[in-house]
């Protein structure tokens, strides 16, 4: 495919692969699907590319030509093959590159108070050194405006206006900030005070058994709408299936038991 050919959104292996361009000049990077949908609804024309990268788990051995087959394990629990070419972004490796040296600006949409959105802005800075590279922060709007996902296209008119040019010393120090994220090698990452916080998968483990120790049997469902809606550390919350691993972990660490009934999933802790 020419670069010309890429004007439309292009999607492969069943809606993990994103990138829409109209304009080359300018390079907007979001980290999820709902980001990317607000700057197209926005009428944005520039070239727009999304990388659903879930930084927050897993190991980031792979991001050098950003490959993350890891993440099979934590999806897809049956561990029948979800991708044909698992959670393999070269495809937006190349293009990112190709574009980034030719386009005047890069300009990535980031946030404080999300770990995935942080640290893609980690790894970019890392990545593209060298480049102009401009970030718009989403809680600078509004505290509440966790990511980009969560404001609306008046809002993103105002968010715009905060965009924040990075100095090389800035860029330098958010490169050196993921190169330390490598270092560390643990699985789970969330966000404290707007820090990467790295920790051992089963960093959690014990505060799930006492929450579900106080719920008794329950709907594997509603305790992950309960660590949700109340997560264990205030302001860290992940997405519905990285919690669904980690309840899967404790049952095959026997720590907790799961029954079916009815097509039901119940999970309680008997020890």
Same mark, same amino acid.
Request: hydrophobic share 35%; net charge negative.
């Given at each position: 495919?020419?670069?010309?050919?890429?004007?439309?959104?292009?999607?492969?292996?069943?809606?993990?692969?994103?990138?829409?361009?109209?304009?080359?000049?300018? #390079?907007?990077?979001?980290?999820?699907?709902? !980001?990317?949908?607000?700057?197209?609804?926005?009428?944005? @024309?520039?070239?727009?590319?999304?990388?659903?990268?879930?930084?927050?788990?897993?190991?980031?051995?792979?991001?050098?030509?950003?490959?993350?087959? !890891?993440?099979?394990?934590?999806?897809?629990?049956?561990?029948?093959?979800?991708?044909?070419?698992?959670?393999?972004?070269?495809? !937006?490796?190349?293009?990112?590159?190709?574009?980034?040296? #030719?386009?005047?600006?890069?300009?990535?949409?980031?946030?404080?108070?999300?770990?995935?959105?942080?640290?893609?802005?980690?790894?970019?800075?890392?990545?593209?050194?060298?480049?102009?590279?401009?970030?718009?922060?989403?809680?600078?709007? &509004?505290? =509440?405006?966790?990511?980009? $996902?969560?404001?609306?296209?008046?809002?993103?008119?105002?968010?715009?206006? =905060?965009?924040?040019?990075?100095?090389?010393?800035?860029?330098?120090?958010?490169?050196?900030?993921?190169?330390?994220?490598?270092?560390?090698?643990?699985?789970?990452?969330?966000?404290?005070? $707007? @820090?990467?916080?790295?920790?051992?998968?089963?960093?959690?483990?014990? &505060?799930?058994? @006492?929450?579900? !120790?106080?719920?008794?049997?329950?709907?594997?469902?509603?305790?992950?709408?309960?660590?949700? $809606?109340?997560?264990?550390?205030?302001?860290?919350?992940?997405?519905?299936?990285?919690?669904?691993?980690?309840?899967?972990?404790?049952?095959?660490?026997?720590? #907790?038991?799961?029954?079916?009934?009815?097509?039901?999933?119940?999970?309680?802790?008997?020890?």
């Amino acid at each position: 495919m020419k670069l010309s050919e890429i004007t439309k959104e292009t999607l492969y292996d069943g809606d993990i692969q994103k990138i829409e361009s109209e304009s080359t000049s300018v #390079i907007e990077i979001v980290s999820s699907d709902s !980001e990317l949908g607000l700057l197209k609804r926005s009428g944005n @024309k520039n070239l727009k590319i999304c990388l659903p990268l879930c930084l927050s788990i897993g190991s980031l051995d792979g991001m050098k030509c950003l490959k993350r087959t !890891e993440l099979e394990k934590y999806i897809n629990l049956n561990e029948n093959k979800l991708f044909e070419n698992g959670f393999d972004f070269k495809y !937006e490796y190349n293009k990112l590159i190709e574009y980034a040296n #030719i386009a005047t600006k890069i300009r990535i949409w980031s946030s404080h108070l999300d770990c995935d959105d942080y640290c893609l802005l980690l790894y970019l800075c890392y990545l593209l050194n060298d480049k102009n590279i401009s970030v718009i922060y989403s809680e600078e709007l &509004d505290w =509440k405006a966790t990511t980009l $996902g969560s404001v609306s296209e008046k809002e993103l008119k105002i968010l715009e206006q =905060k965009e924040h040019i990075l100095k090389p010393v800035e860029k330098d120090n958010f490169s050196n900030e993921w190169e330390k994220l490598i270092k560390d090698n643990t699985e789970l990452r969330f966000m404290v005070n $707007g @820090k990467v916080i790295s920790k051992d998968i089963n960093y959690f483990d014990n &505060d799930i058994v @006492k929450k579900m !120790e106080k719920l008794g049997r329950v709907n594997i469902h509603t305790l992950v709408a309960e660590l949700m $809606g109340n997560p264990i550390i205030p302001s860290v919350k992940y997405s519905d299936w990285i919690y669904i691993y980690l309840i899967n972990r404790l049952i095959n660490n026997e720590l #907790i038991e799961k029954s079916v009934e009815n097509n039901i999933t119940y999970v309680e802790v008997t020890r």
